[in-house]
């Protein structure tokens, strides 16, 4: 299903991220997504394709500090 004439539509704030070594939907792949929703922040950890199963602190770190910087 191809959601992306939506994504413009997004109006809360957004992280899109992608995993570095994500072999299933890398970086390249993502990063047209974060760019397609207005004012998305989009950031690349050092992690896979389960980021939260395989940096789990990283990754609720990042998620975390988003949170704060958008008052959530």
């Known amino acids: 299903m191809d959601l992306g004439p939506e994504l413009p539509m997004i109006a809360c704030p957004v992280l ?10 890398p970086p390249p792949l993502v990063e047209p997504v974060a760019r397609a929703i207005p004012g998305a922040s989009y950031v690349v950890l050092e ?6 199963v395989q940096t789990p602190e990283l990754y609720a770190r990042t998620i975390g500090e988003y949170l704060d910087s958008v008052g959530a």
């Open 16 to 25: 899109v991220i992608a995993g570095a070594f994500d072999r299933t939907r």
């Open 47 to 52: 992690t896979g394709h389960y980021a939260p």
